[in-house]
């Protein structure tokens, strides 16, 4: 799942680490041809199978949607789908967790351990010099740096550099086969991740358990999160 930092900043998820329990309602995206919302700035499309199942609708629901569970092995993806969606198929979008109130009260959260982590950012462009609204410069860029933990937000000196990388948030690779011990340490479940730069992360059903990756999109929201590690030129 792609994490975005605001959502651990505000404490609404905590920050995750390797070998710790994760569980999270999950919110599935399509492209809705709106430049406005920044489609694929936020992550990598994915395409899945699934078994889409209409439900009735719900406080939060997008005007017009319909509403859509999307069960995939042992955890569900919710969906305001553009158009009535029923039966198996295939599908392509983003996943994400970034849905406060998208889903219907009780909805089934996906749940398993921590396996990997990716710290995420991308390229951005202010609007006109020395404007502090962001938006993705052109190229739509990403990178991901391989942690063992999501480090807490920490203010760093103030910059109107335009173009500059700005973190975004934290790629999870979650493990769904896999519950840990809530009463172990983080450390003691943790793996080691020694590739520097990991290659896009992709799902996986080859293997016990499930590897899904939710991307947020964080179209319009204005922000100065740290810039990666390294990366302090344009």
């Known amino acids: 799942m792609f994490v975005p930092e605001w959502q651990i900043g505000s404490r609404d998820i905590a920050e995750p680490s390797v070998g710790a329990p994760f569980r999270q309602v999950l919110i599935f995206y399509t492209d809705d041809s709106n430049p406005a919302a920044h489609y694929g700035c936020f992550g990598q499309e994915i395409t899945f199978a699934a078994l889409a199942i209409p439900l009735t609708e719900h406080p939060g629901g997008v005007m017009g949607a319909f509403p859509t569970e999307l069960r995939c092995a042992d955890f569900s993806l919710y969906w305001d789908a553009p158009h009535p969606v029923n039966g198996e198929d295939t599908f392509t979008g983003i996943v994400t967790t970034n849905g406060d109130g998208a889903a219907p009260a009780g909805f089934p959260k996906a749940h398993g351990s921590v396996y990997s982590l990716a710290m ?21 860029q990403q990178r991901f740096r391989s942690v063992d933990s999501y480090p807490p937000w920490r203010p760093s000196a103030d910059s109107l550099a335009s173009p500059q990388w700005k973190v975004t948030g934290v790629v999870v690779t979650l493990d769904t086969a896999v519950l840990p011990d809530v009463n172990k340490s983080a450390a003691s479940n943790s793996r080691v991740v020694e590739v520097a730069e990991p290659a896009i992360p992709t799902a996986s059903t080859a293997e016990p358990g499930v590897g899904w990756f939710a991307y947020a999109p964080l179209a319009r929201a204005i922000f100065r999160p740290n810039p990666p590690e390294g990366q302090t030129d344009g």
Do not use: N, T
């Open 120 to 140: 995420a950012s991308l390229l951005y462009a202010s609007a006109y010099a020395g404007s502090r609204a962001w938006a993705p410069a052109p190229g739509r």
